[in-house]
């Protein structure tokens, strides 16, 4: 299922329908960042079923979960639904600091709307995930899974993974030579990587986008580490 629009029709092993479709939703998170200011939000997912949109909020120095519950509209993606769910926070939110002249209190007026739930922080404060700093082209022409380099045995797995390519790609049996140069290449590439493993650290959950308050930004959900 596209984790942007939640089409399930020709995905195949992907994780986004398109490019477009995933900076679209990105694009509508990014634009409502200003109610979770207000909110005084350090930690926020948004993620949606068939049904129901969602978004749970963790505010700066608080351990309540707040979450808001919106259901789908007709054919609308989750991003417009999205859109029409901060609209109308953010009204409430606005009509309340009209009213009394106090964010705070037009801030607590918002949060009272939420459902709470009885849950760890955990469910919002992001997981740090290490993923290996390899190209994937790398793997795909070894047939190697990112998560196959967390073995013990690596060199070997390389090792064994080329001889297997090499003896349907190599040109002396027939094979491409295009190809089998670029089976030498990944090679290199990966024995190279084992001998000084690098990782790139990143911040999020594998099926929920995640807001992050330092940095007033939505980021999108981050590849599992045990997929291939």
């Not at 990105?26 to 960042?33: D, E």
């Not at 209190?105 to 290996?132: D, T």
């Amino acid at each position: 299922m596209c984790l942007s629009c939640g089409t399930s029709e020709n995905m195949g092993k992907r994780r986004y329908c398109s490019i477009d479709c995933r900076q679209r939703l990105r694009y509508k998170l990014n634009m409502r960042t200003g109610l979770l200011k207000a909110l005084n939000i350090r930690y926020a997912t948004f993620y949606f079923t068939k049904t129901l949109i969602i978004m749970d909020l963790l505010p700066f120095n608080g351990k309540e979960i707040y979450s808001f519950i919106f259901p789908r509209s007709g054919n609308n993606k989750p991003a417009d639904d999205f859109s029409k769910m901060a609209d109308i926070l953010g009204n409430a939110w606005w009509a309340e600091r009209k009213r009394t002249n106090r964010k705070y209190l037009a801030s607590r007026h918002v949060l009272e709307k939420a459902n709470r739930k009885n849950m760890s922080a955990g469910s919002v404060k992001p997981l740090e995930i290490k993923i290996p700093s390899v190209k994937g082209k790398s793997l795909i022409n070894l047939k190697i899974g990112r998560s196959e380099l967390n073995t013990l045995q690596l060199q070997k797995l390389i090792k064994s993974a080329y001889r297997t390519q090499a003896k349907k790609h190599h040109p002396d049996l027939g094979g491409d030579t295009a190809a089998f140069r670029k089976i030498h290449q990944a090679y290199e590439e990966l024995v190279s990587w084992a001998e000084s493993p690098t990782f790139i650290e990143r911040r999020g959950f594998p099926d929920k986008w995640f807001y992050d308050g330092d940095k007033n930004r939505w980021v999108q959900p981050t590849p599992q580490a045990n997929k291939k």
